[in-house]
T-cell receptor, first 112, second 114 residues
C-alpha cells in the first residue's frame, strides 16, 4: 500500500514561479526522500530529510518535514522549464537501507 | 561509473511467454531493489537483496514472478508465464549500504504483454 500521498497530483506554473508540492504519510518514519522522474526515465534522488530535522535546503530546493502532521513539502524556487518532471516522496521506516515506500507523485509542468 | 544498467529497455511479448529482465547494479553497492511502476498502483517494491541474498520478497505478486542475484554484479527478474496485467515499467535500484541511503535507479524496462 502507498505510504506517501502527494498533493497536488498535477501542477502547472510559469517559468520563474515557485512550485510547492506536498506529501502526507501514515506511519512513523526514519527519513523522507524526494525523487524526480523525467518522462521515460528512472528516478533521480533530490534530497533526504531525517525525522529529527525540520527543514533542509539544496540549491533551489527547500524541504520541510512536520512529523506531528506526518507531512512534508518540497519547494522549488525560480522554476525552469527543465524542472518539468514528476516528483515523488518516499519514506523509510527505519534507518539503514530499508526499502522506500513511494507516493504516486506530482506531475509538474513549467511553461517557458 | 555507468550507473545502474537495465536490459532490455523495452519488451513486447505475448501472454504466456517467459520474460527475463536484467539488472547490473553500481559496482560496490550492497543492496539491490526491484520496483514496478504502473499508473494505477504507482511504484511498488517487488523484492530486495543484500549482498546477493533476498531479504524481502513479500511484494512479489505471485509465483509467476521470481528473482535471482547470482553475484554482486547481476540480477534477474523473471515472469513465467506473463500476463497482460504484468505490463508496467520495471525499475532496478541499488544503494551502497551503510550511511548512504540514496537509491540509484536504472532507466527501467518497459514491458508490454499482449
Amino acid at each position: 500500500s502507498q505510504q506517501g500521498e502527494e498533493d497536488p497530483q498535477a501542477l502547472s506554473i510559469q517559468e520563474g514561479e515557485n512550485a510547492t508540492m506536498n506529501c502526507s504519510y501514515k506511519t512513523s518514519i526514519n527519513n523522507l526522500q524526494w525523487y524526480r522522474q523525467n518522462s521515460g526515465r528512472g528516478l533521480v534522488h533530490l534530497i533526504l530529510i531525517r525525522s529529527n530535522e525540520r527543514e533542509k535546503h539544496s540549491g533551489r530546493l527547500r524541504v520541510t518535514l512536520d512529523t506531528s502532521k506526518k507531512s512534508s513539502s518540497l519547494l522549488i524556487t525560480a522554476s525552469r522549464a527543465a524542472d518539468t518532471a514528476s516528483y515523488f516522496c518516499a519514506t523509510a521506516a527505519q534507518s539503514g537501507n530499508t526499502p522506500l515506500v513511494f507516493g504516486k507523485g506530482t506531475r509538474l509542468s513549467v511553461i517557458a | 561509473d555507468a550507473g545502474v544498467i537495465q536490459s532490455p529497455r523495452h519488451e513486447v511479448t505475448e501472454m504466456g511467454q517467459e520474460v527475463t529482465l536484467r539488472c547490473k547494479p553500481i559496482s560496490g553497492h550492497d543492496y539491490l531493489f526491484w520496483y514496478r511502476q504502473t499508473m494505477m498502483r504507482g511504484l511498488e517494491l517487488l523484492i530486495y537483496f543484500n549482498n546477493n541474498v533476498p531479504i524481502d520478497d513479500s511484494g512479489m505478486p505471485e509465483d509467476r514472478f521470481s528473482a535471482k542475484m547470482p553475484n554482486a554484479s547481476f540480477s534477474t527478474l523473471k515472469i513465467q508465464p506473463s500476463e497482460p496485467r504484468d505490463s508496467a515499467v520495471y525499475f532496478c535500484a541499488s544503494t551502497p549500504g551503510g550511511r548512504e541511503e540514496t537509491q540509484y535507479f536504472g532507466p527501467g524496462t518497459r514491458l508490454l504483454v499482449l
